[in-house]
């Protein structure tokens, strides 16, 4: 229900973070879910649970005593990271969470192009079967991402090709979610949530060109290509894959579907790159150098 205690995991964290404000802002009753209690942000209504992460299934089940919606923020990339989920949800069921709130990701499948997707597809199988009330947020690639994309000598280079991604921004995500956490008749749905447009690399290029002054170039790598460059790195395969397939997704088409879920929740238009990049300038500050 809309009224009772809400728990927040990632509260630490880029979108846990920005939900728990907006909560707080809403005088909303929360719990903020964290492993770091020191570090956890100080918000009026809001209450502090800490656990030892989603492999500390009996600590996460404590830190919940009370909560009856869970915004349940994906664990970062690992090898595990379904086992992960699945402990935590177990355990927030056992705990007495009703309805969990899932951040997934678009077009989550077990055979998704891109890599990590695969992981949202088998959280979400476990989520339908544990019993709770659901609702998923499938996301598109952040836009707060699209500046990380480019190196500070100013070429994207991925295996995008032509094809195109519907971004949007963490703030336009947060909003979603704390109207799906406050809000009734949810329990279900799954919902895409993209920006309003849906762009190529050499496109993001040039956003990127007209914010920083600079020429900024996407060079289309093949996929071999992409790996070589990325294993020097050091970072496991896994990690790697799941780098070199955000630009296969793109190139098959998989993230460039636009939903008009931020407008039907929010009554506006979302965050359009370019509008971004000119209010976030510090996302591109390692692109403003002189040679």
Known sequence: MADELIGVTGATGAVGGRVARRLADHRIEQRLLVRDEAGAPSLEHAQVGGFGGYDDPDGFGRALDGVGTLLFVSAAEDPARVLLHQKAIDAAVAAGVRRIVYTSFVNAAPDATFTFARDHFHTEEHIKASGAAWTFLRHNLYIDFV???????????????????????RDDIADVAVAVLTGTEHDGETYDITGIEAFTLTEAAAELSRATGRRIAFEDETIEEAFASRRPTGEPDYVVEGWVTTYTAIAAGDLETISDCVERFLDREPQRLGDWLRANPESYRHLLHTA
């Open 147 to 169: 500046p990380l994309l480019c190196p500070a000598d100013g070429v994207i280079r991925g295996p995008a090709g032509d094809g195109r991604v519907a971004a949007v921004s």
